[in-house]
C-alpha cells in the first residue's frame, strides 16, 4: 500500500491553493518528449526521451531524497508533483525537504545530510547556491551516494543533471517582443523586472532578456530588482509606471505580472500597457487564457521533473543514458494557450505537497 504524507494547509502557504490545471493526464500521453541531451559518449542533441515507467517498475524499492530551496510557489508544487507520480509508477520511495528558501543553504545541507543518513539511495538536488555545495557533494561522493542536480546546476560531481534554464526563458521572452517589434519598427519601451538582485536565475533571466532583444526597437527603460513577492513587485512596478509613463510593456516574472494586473486596471492602464510573464503559475495561465496578459512562457515544469525521477532510478539502476538533459519551452499568447496542457506545467485543481512517499 502506498502511504503518503501531505503538508497540512496551515503549513508553507502553498498547500491551501485551488490549482486551475484540472482533470488527469492520459497514461503516456506526455512522450515521448523532446529534449537536448548528451548522452554518455558526450554526444549532444535533440532526443525524445520514454521513462523507464513506460515498459516496467524499478527493480527494488529505492529511497530517493529530494531537496528544494523552498516549497513557497507553484513552481516548485509542479515539481513536486510531477516527481510523485513519477515515483508511484516506478514504485520507490521518495523524502522531499524544503530548505525553507533561497537563503537558507545551510538548512539545505543539513536535510540532505540527515535524508542521506536515514538510508537514501540517491539524491535529487535542487542547489541554493552553486558554489556552495562543495563540502556536500565531497561527502556525497566519499558515501557513494549519486546526485542528480535538477533544475540549478551545482559545482560537484553529479551522475545526472536534468536542467531548466532561466537564460533561455528569459531569451524567448526578449525573442517574442523582438519579432513584434523588429528593428525599422516604431520603438517600444519595456519596464524590467526579473527578481531579487544577485540571484543566479535571475541574473540568468537578465542576460536571456537581453540577448532576446538584441537588434530590435525593444528598448529596456529601466529594470528593477525586488523580491519575488506580490506586493513588493506590485510597489515595484507602480514606480516605474510613475517614472515612465511612456512604457508599452513591463515583463518579468509571473508573481509581477500577478501583482500588477489590479494596478493596471486600477489606473485604467490595462489596455495601454501590455504584461508579460516569463513563466507561467496558475495566475498566468488564467489571465492568458482570458486575454488580460500579452503572452507568458512555459517550460514543462511537471514533465521535467518525471525525467528528474527516472533519472535517478536509472542512475541506482546502471541504465543512464544521457548525463545531461534540459527540455524544451516556448512563448503562449492568448491565442496560442488553447495549445498548452495545463498539466505538463501546473498540478492538478487540489493538489497539496506530497513530501514522504513510502511504498
Known amino acids: 500500500m502506498t502511504k503518503t504524507r501531505k503538508l497540512s494547509p496551515l503549513m508553507g502557504g502553498v498547500a491551501a491553493l485551488s490549482f486551475l490545471a484540472t482533470g488527469a493526464m492520459a497514461e503516456g500521453s506526455w512522450y515521448p518528449l523532446d529534449a537536448n541531451a548528451t548522452n554518455k559518449a558526450g554526444e549532444a542533441g535533440l532526443v525524445q526521451l520514454t521513462p523507464l515507467s513506460a515498459t516496467e517498475k524499478a527493480s527494488k524499492n ?9 516549497m513557497k510557489d507553484p513552481f516548485f508544487l509542479a515539481m513536486n508533483y510531477g516527481i510523485i507520480e513519477e515515483a508511484k509508477l516506478l514504485g520507490v520511495d521518495v523524502q522531499t525537504m524544503d530548505a525553507g528558501g533561497y537563503d537558507r543553504l545551510a538548512d539545505q545541507v543539513s536535510q540532505v545530510e540527515n535524508c542521506v543518513a536515514g538510508g537514501a539511495d540517491a539524491v535529487v ?17 566519499e558515501k557513494n551516494i549519486p546526485v542528480i542536480a535538477a533544475i540549478n546546476p551545482v559545482n560537484g560531481e553529479t551522475a545526472a543533471r536534468v536542467l531548466t534554464s532561466p537564460y533561455d526563458e528569459g531569451k524567448r521572452a526578449g525573442e517574442y517582443l523582438a519579432a513584434k517589434h523588429p528593428a525599422g519598427s516604431d520603438a517600444v519601451q519595456v519596464g524590467w523586472l526579473p527578481g531579487p538582485a544577485g540571484a543566479g536565475f535571475v541574473t540568468a533571466f537578465d542576460e536571456g532578456f537581453k540577448k532576446g532583444i ?12 525586488g523580491d519575488v513577492g506580490k506586493e513588493v513587485q506590485a510597489a515595484l512596478v507602480e514606480d516605474m509606471l510613475q517614472t515612465h509613463p511612456d512604457l508599452n510593456y513591463v515583463v518579468g516574472t509571473a508573481v509581477m505580472v ?4 489590479p494596478l493596471l ?3 485604467d492602464l490595462q489596455d495601454k500597457v501590455k504584461l508579460v510573464s516569463v513563466y507561467t503559475t496558475p495566475g498566468v495561465y488564467e489571465a492568458l487564457k482570458a486575454g488580460q496578459i500579452d503572452a507568458a512562457g512555459s517550460a514543462p515544469v511537471v514533465l521535467t521533473s518525471r525525467i528528474v525521477l527516472d533519472q535517478a532510478v536509472r542512475v541506482l539502476e546502471g541504465k543512464l543514458e544521457y548525463t545531461d538533459v534540459g527540455t524544451l519551452g516556448k512563448v503562449y499568447t492568448p491565442d496560442t494557450v488553447k495549445d498548452l496542457d495545463p498539466l505538463t506545467v501546473l498540478p492538478p485543481a487540489g493538489f497539496a505537497p506530497v513530501f514522504s512517499l513510502d511504498q
Do not use: R, Y
Open 125 to 141: 538536488l535542487v542547489a541554493i547556491s552553486q558554489d556552495g555545495m562543495g563540502n556536500l557533494m565531497n561527502e556525497l561522493k
Open 214 to 225: 538584441e537588434g530590435s526597437a525593444v528598448n529596456i527603460a529601466e529594470t528593477k530588482n
Open 258 to 261: 500577478e501583482g500588477a494586473l
Open 265 to 267: 486596471k486600477s489606473q
Open 62 to 70: 529505492w529511497n530517493i531524497c529530494v531537496s528544494v530551496p523552498h
